[in-house]
């Protein structure tokens, strides 16, 4: 049997210098915030409180002092801004920890200068939502917390967002982060995405009343803004690949629309000429923005209500209709 | 020796006597002049960019000492003719607009120069109070 012969003298020492050079490595990096769990119900009553739970681990190896950052994506309908609570527990902490939201445009750290917000939507994204009515909200501990090297800490996460009584369908998403290294730190060569965790859940419904505002499925067409009124710029898109329609190969569409007024007077406007015209935006959609008041030339005293529209190809023979049908597509205008 | 400790003792209360306290007082700013025909070379709702997609080519202002005249073929925070006011003329942080027979509407204003390009930014909402304006003009050439 072949002896084993530990080194000696200087080239020990250098295989101790080594191997400690390597452990020490191992603890500095690998920093980690994760997301284990989100438990939000699959449909909540419009007018309600909607309880959410977020369960995460953070996992330390260095030294440091900061502050809990979570962030929500919700849809701007909900206002979620002004009608959330959020509060924390921890491992580390003793009963419920209070946080505040972040105020829109404050400076993300490591983030160029742009608010949590802005940062949030730039790094994270819209998690595939389709009507581009959606906003992250930032919530941040009322105290920043020192925390020990190799330390794990649980942190569960309650959130209570008023959700009004609009019907949505909507696919939220979650962040945990802390005020120090944000969202774009490689402090000791670790990536950013070390220094925060998000989740992404199954949508949520929101019973509520109204025409439903459907983030998940595509359609043909969702006028945005969800809510406006006839003095607002509205953008019509329209999506030809979603469903089978006589516009699917079409090589320019138009909109033909009828307004309808608060005294009960309707204002048809149809017609092939560039007022009408949509612009291609590739990959089968295409999209208008209207002025109503100036589109239906109301007067002073005019107001609308409501409009219904189709699409048609360069003649006006082929029309799309919702649900690629021949009823009309149909707005009504209102604010929240 | 004491005549030479007198000059100078003379010399040293001219050095002293002939300095005196200068009263710096900072420039005066100046007021903020936007005389003159403006267009819409940007504009965005609630962050989405409007410009491409909308034709605001035909809008114009025009701002002389007090009064506005307005082409309103686009939303605005007004629609007809009136008097204007900078909440503050030197440095103005907002715009009051008085239509004829209506209630005067205040908005925020940026005077900022992009470019070497004079810039006006209002923010305003004309429709729904959710939906959020940002019109950039420039001077028409």
Known sequence: MKKLRLPTGRRAWNWVWKIAATVIIGIVIGCSLTINSVTQPASVTGGTVLPITLNATIVTNNPQTSALVIGVLVPTVWNASANTTMTFTSSITSGPQPMTLIPAGTPSPNGGGVGWQTDLMNTIGHAGNLIPEYEWIAFQSNTQYAVNSNTTVSVTVSINITVPTNNVYFKMAYVIAESSDGLHSTDYGDPSTDYYGTFFPAPIRVNGTGTLLDFVNPQLSVVVPGFSTDNDIITIPFNSTVAANPLSAASSVYLCATGYTSAGDSIQVCQQTSKTQLQPLGAGNWQLDIWPRGFFGLSPGQSLDSIEYFFTDVNGANKVGYGAGTSPFSYTFGCQ | ?141
Request: one cysteine or more; a positive charge.
């Open chain 2, 1 to 141: 020796m004491k005549r030479l400790i007198k000059i100078n003792c003379a010399l040293l209360l001219g050095i002293l006597f002939s300095c005196k306290v200068e009263h710096a007082s900072p420039p005066n700013e100046a007021v903020k002049n936007i005389s003159g025909s403006w267009t819409i070379t940007d504009a965005t709702r609630n962050g989405t960019d409007l410009t491409s997609g909308f034709n605001f080519s035909q809008f114009r202002i025009v701002f002389s000492d007090s009064t506005y005249t307005i082409d309103s073929l686009v939303p605005f925070v007004v629609s007809h003719n009136g008097k204007w006011a900078f909440n503050d003329p030197q440095y103005p942080f907002s715009i009051i607009f008085t239509q004829t027979d209506s209630p005067s509407v205040s908005t925020p204003f940026l005077f900022p120069v992009v470019n070497g390009v004079r810039n006006i930014v209002l923010t305003f909402s004309p429709g729904c109070p959710s939906n959020t304006y940002q019109y950039t003009l420039q001077k028409a050439n």
